[in-house]
């Protein structure tokens, strides 16, 4: 009989896409639609790859810049 291989059970560290950058602006509409999806919908941590309080940030950053009218609620195709 054989022995099945095991798996790399190690998980991988995401790498972090806002690393460099020390302050969320609500007003930076490309970097905030990089955690949007096509729906308009706020991308969670384990897709985007930030940590927790990165993702307060973007979340509380995308809801002003919404409340201002600078991001859509919903995207178009949508309505």
Do not use: C, W
């Amino acid at each position: 009989m054989f022995r099945p291989r095991q798996r790399d059970t190690r998980r991988r560290k995401k790498r972090n896409p806002i690393k460099d950058i020390e302050y969320i602006d609500y007003s930076n509409i490309k970097l905030l639609q990089r955690f949007l999806n096509d729906q308009g919908k706020i991308l969670p941590r384990r897709i985007t790859g930030v940590n927790a309080k990165q993702q307060r940030a973007i979340t509380r950053a995308v809801k002003y810049a919404r409340h201002l009218a600078l991001l859509p609620f919903v995207a178009e195709d949508m309505r």
